[in-house]
């Protein structure tokens, strides 16, 4: 059972997410970078990343119980990397696949009462291996979006007040980022 309850997320948290997550899908050169939300029987695309062959659309539910790879990282609150479903018994038969969505990275969102949100997370038609680097960028991510639960949790629904801790997560994440898009 996952631990979860309701909290409002204001607009313009999700704009600065949304752009986040484009920067993410282009560097990590992936078709989806999503943050999902759970709500009692279903999960939700809250926001999907605007880059091309991206199947997933925002606001589209699924159901819970159906084997989806965030529901795994909700339910253990760890990194799940799955580098080939279809090589993979335990994920063969997850709905993504039928997307094409074989490959997948993703780590829990937490507010902070400890239930969970949901998850980021990045999807890929290729199998493929994530670097420590790729790892760190999603960990980052998740920071910088529990570093905005807070403040929404105390009552600030102003996105652009972010306190140093948050300048520091979102400049780590930039320079992360550059050198994910640096040629190797």
């Given amino acids: ?3 979860y309850h309701v909290h409002e997320v204001p607009p313009g ?3 600065k997410w ?15 970078a999503l943050v999902m939300r ?3 029987e279903q999960i939700e695309v809250l926001l999907s990343s605007l880059s091309a ?6 606001h589209e539910k699924a159901d819970l ?27 063969r038969n997850n709905p993504d ?6 490959n997948y990275l993703g780590v829990p969102l937490v507010w902070p009462d400890d239930s969970i949100f949901g998850t980021v997370c990045v999807l890929d038609a290729r199998a493929r291996q994530y670097s420590a680097e790729a790892q760190e960028a ?4 998740k920071a910088l979006i529990e570093a905005d639960f807070a403040g929404i949790f105390h009552g600030d629904t102003a996105p652009d007040a972010i306190d140093e801790r948050a300048r520091t997560i979102r400049s780590e994440m930039a320079g992360i980022l550059a050198r994910l898009r640096s040629p190797h």
């Fill in 53 to 58: 062959g991206n199947p997933y659309e925002e």
């Fill in 138 to 141: 999603l960990w980052k991510i």
């Fill in 13 to 15: 948290f999700l704009k």
């Fill in 38 to 40: 759970v709500w009692p």
């Fill in 97 to 102: 696949v039928k997307l094409n969505m074989i």
């Fill in 65 to 91: 119980g159906t084997g989806l790879y965030c529901e795994t990282v909700m339910a253990s609150r760890a990194l799940l990397e799955v580098p080939d479903a279809l090589n993979d018994p335990a994920w």
């Fill in 1 to 3: 059972m996952i631990d």
């Fill in 18 to 32: 949304q752009h986040t997550l484009d920067e993410v899908a282009e560097a990590l050169e992936v078709p989806a």
